[in-house]
T-cell receptor, first 109, second 112 residues
Framework: KQEVTQIPAALSVPEGENLVLNCSFT??????LQWFRQDPGKGLTSLLL?????REQTSGRLNASLDKSSGRSTLYIAASQPGDSATYLC????????FGAGTTVTVRA | DVKVTQSSRYLVKRTGEKVFLECVQD?????MFWYRQDPGLGLRLIYF???????EKGDIPEGYSVSREKKERFSLILESASTNQTSMYLC???????????FGPGTRLTVT
């Protein structure tokens, strides 16, 4: 059974600092990995999807890397802004999505 | 843009009531999913459907059933609501050939 872990559970940084969010998974036989953002009381917004054959994916200030052999993915957010405050979830797709519990980010102005 | 809508943002029901949660997607996606989200437990898959009238159990199907009579609509049914079903319920859809799941805004259900 796939287990997905996100550390840390919460993170608080001053505006402008770069964010590094970690995701680890136990079974490397995956199709892809997806990063989501969730604002309080809202649904999930897809940020990036990395296929198992890819090493990284970029969108604007966001960059996600994938090391399938070690069972790790990292989401980097450059030059954080208060609007980046949210919970970030990673989900691993083997034949279904398995989610981590998320990292709650607070960016202080 | 893909749009996934859920019938209610907030719902309060009494123990023992039959509860229907509705999800509609407008992108002709084959696959639809129901999750619940609880603090510390993350999202857990309840049921999914890969075609009309087809359904598969997820990780926590007990106490729930689903219905998919039309491609765009996927309903989650709580036959007899209990307090431990108080949760945030999220619906998602995905095309048969695609990789990304698209989520609705969620329904916060409280069972008293």
């Amino acid at each position: 059974k796939q287990e997905v872990t996100q550390i840390p559970a919460a993170l608080s940084v001053p505006e402008g600092e770069n964010l590094v969010l970690n995701c680890s998974f136990t079974d490397s036989a995956i199709y892809n990995l997806q990063w989501f953002r969730q604002d309080p009381g809202k649904g999930l917004t897809s940020l990036l999807l990395i296929q198992s054959s890819q090493r990284e994916q970029t969108s604007g200030r966001l960059n996600a890397s994938l090391d399938k052999s070690s069972g790790r993915s990292t989401l980097y957010i450059a030059a954080s802004q208060p609007g980046d405050s949210a919970t970030y979830l990673c989900a691993v797709n083997d034949y279904k999505l398995s989610f981590g519990a998320g990292t709650t980010v607070t960016v202080r102005a | 843009d893909v749009k996934v809508t859920q019938s209610s943002r907030y719902l309060v029901k009494r123990t023992g009531e039959k509860v229907f949660l509705e999800c509609v997607q407008d992108m002709d996606h084959e696959n639809m999913f129901w999750y619940r989200q609880d603090p510390g437990l993350g999202l857990r898959l309840i049921y999914f459907s890969y075609d009309v009238k087809m359904k598969e159990k997820g990780d926590i199907p007990e106490g729930y059933s689903v219905s998919r009579e039309k491609k765009e609509r996927f309903s989650l049914i709580l036959e007899s609501a209990s307090t431990n079903q108080t949760s945030m319920y999220l619906c998602a859809s995905k095309s048969g050939s695609g990789y990304e799941q698209y989520f609705g805004p969620g329904t916060r259900l409280t069972v008293t």
